[in-house]
């Protein structure tokens, strides 16, 4: 008999074979831990974000809400997949806008985001940001913990969830005190959405725009 075959059917060396087939198997059906250089571009980006919104708090005055605005629009639309949370946001109705629709809230709201930065950071006395950790998520996702020290010491729990999208980690959701604020818009746009329609979200959210413009 074939020596390679006489092994085969070995009944012990069957065995081996068998636990060595399901350990692979096994291994592979299990998660990938993220690598350390992806939770450290993760964290970059989150760090990034961080350090131009305290330039931009320490030079709130002199740059005015128009300025900061500027300053903060290339990094929050790099930041941030703002694509991503617009459809998230609304719901099931994303499906339900035209293209046209869907470029034009997507747009909107990629002001508002850059707005409430800019009208949110408006002063400086004495903050800093902390990086706390990072933690894999569920679908390959990443969570930064973070903090905001405030000047009398005050820490503000700050987690952002990032994914990767075209090698490019970007953030998809802050939790400021344990709060989602993409379940916060979700709920609150959808129940406009149903309400007061397309034209109607669009309306107040451009409203609040110019109300940060003054």
């Not at 604020?181 to 149903?194: F, G, I, N």
């Amino acid at each position: 008999m074939n020596i390679a075959l006489r092994k085969f059917l070995d009944p012990a060396y069957g065995a081996r074979w068998v636990r060595s087939l399901a350990i692979a198997l096994l291994l592979l059906t299990l998660p990938v831990p993220a690598s350390a250089s992806a939770n450290d571009s993760a964290a970059k980006v989150v760090e990034k974000l961080h350090a131009e919104l305290l330039g931009v708090m320490k030079e709130a005055d002199a740059l005015g809400y128009k300025g900061r605005y500027q300053r903060l629009a290339p990094v929050v639309t790099s930041s941030y997949d703002l694509p991503f949370i617009s459809k998230i946001v609304v719901g099931r109705y994303w499906n339900k806008f035209s293209s046209e629709q869907k470029e034009e809230f997507i747009k909107t709201f990629t002001k508002l985001s850059i707005a409430t930065y800019a009208n949110q950071f408006s002063g400086y006395s004495g903050e800093r940001f902390k990086t706390i950790s990072a933690e894999e998520s569920t679908r390959g996702r990443l969570l930064i913990k973070t903090v905001l020290v405030k000047s009398n010491g005050e820490e503000v729990e700050l987690d952002y969830m990032l994914h990767e999208k075209e090698r490019q980690w970007q953030i998809i959701n802050v939790i400021a005190q344990g709060v989602s604020d993409l379940s916060l818009k979700r709920a609150q746009y959808t129940s406009y959405l149903k309400e007061n329609g397309f034209d109607g979200l669009l309306q107040k959210i451009n409203e609040k725009i110019q109300g940060y413009e003054g």
